[in-house]
């Protein structure tokens, strides 16, 4: 069964680190992308950053507002994805998702389409307050 797994999230005071993870069952990350998006209550779905395959470069992409204080990387043994994000702020809070794109679909150097992930996690709530 292909499925993406985050485990984690919870309360996290502001200033803060948060580190979450996106286990992969049913696939390989090799030939996929991985993006992590967030929705806060009221807002769309915005793009965090994203991971290319490794068949891609394993290149990243970066939302500007979290440029700085996010990273994201893989462990290919473990099939698993992780977000870091440091110097969190309320603004921060949201719902947290990854997804999975074919290689070469999804993400870009500029951007995380998110029409073209077609698997979600089921997401996980991060709330920043103190």
């Known amino acids: 069964q292909v499925q993406l797994v985050e485990p984690g999230g919870g309360l996290v005071q502001p200033g803060g680190p948060l580190r979450l993870s996106c286990a992969a069952s049913?696939?390989?990350?090799?030939?996929?992308?991985i993006g992590w998006f967030r929705q806060s209550p009221g807002k769309a779905r915005e793009a965090v950053t994203c991971?290319?395959?490794?068949?891609?470069?394993?290149?990243?992409y970066y939302a500007e507002s979290v440029k700085g204080r996010v990273t994201i990387s893989n462990d290919y043994r473990a099939n698993t994805v992780y977000l870091e994000m440091n110097s969190l702020t309320p603004e921060d809070t949201a719902v947290y998702y990854c997804?999975?794109?074919?290689?070469?679909?999804?993400?870009?150097?500029?951007?995380?389409?998110?029409?073209?992930?077609?698997?979600w996690g089921q997401g996980t709530q991060v709330t920043v307050s103190s």
């Open positions: 049913g696939f390989t990350l090799d030939h996929y992308a």
């Open positions: 997804g999975r794109a074919d290689s070469g679909y999804g993400c870009y150097a500029s951007k995380s389409r998110r029409s073209e992930y077609d698997v």
């Open positions: 991971l290319m395959s490794r068949v891609s470069g394993e290149r990243t």
